[in-house]
């Protein structure tokens, strides 16, 4: 089984940045597409960005231009470069690997204040 641990967030403000981390133990993730979600408080947990195996990445409207997903298969690392943070951009972040691992870590809590 992989586990997931994520890292770097905190309390920043409006137009601010920050960097997460996400520490993968485990053998094999370099073939697993991995992947940021977030929960904002009394929402549901949505996907931020995903990278594949091979490195392409995908990043949803709300956030392209702003944040940067990026691995390291030699680390059995990922990370979120998040810059020009806005409010709605608060919420507990986490690691994500799809199958064949399927983990997620516990998370880490990003606050924007305005």
């Known amino acids: 089984q992989v586990q997931l641990v994520e890292s770097g967030g905190g309390l920043v403000e409006a137009g601010g940045s920050l960097t997460l981390s996400c520490a993968a133990s485990?053998?094999?993730?370099?073939?697993?597409?991995m992947a940021w979600y977030r929960q904002a408080p009394g929402k549901e947990r949505e996907l931020v960005a995903a990278?594949?195996?091979?490195?392409?990445?995908y990043y949803v409207d709300s956030i392209k231009g702003r944040f940067t997903i990026a691995r390291d298969n030699v680390k059995n690392a990922l990370y979120l470069q998040l810059n020009d943070l806005k409010p709605e951009d608060t919420g507990v972040y986490y690691c994500?690997?799809?199958?064949?691992?399927?983990?997620w870590g516990q998370g880490t809590q990003v606050t924007v204040s305005s």
């Open positions: 990278i594949a195996a091979h490195g392409n990445t």
């Open positions: 994500h690997t799809y199958p064949p691992f399927n983990s």
């Open positions: 485990g053998d094999g993730i370099c073939v697993s597409d």
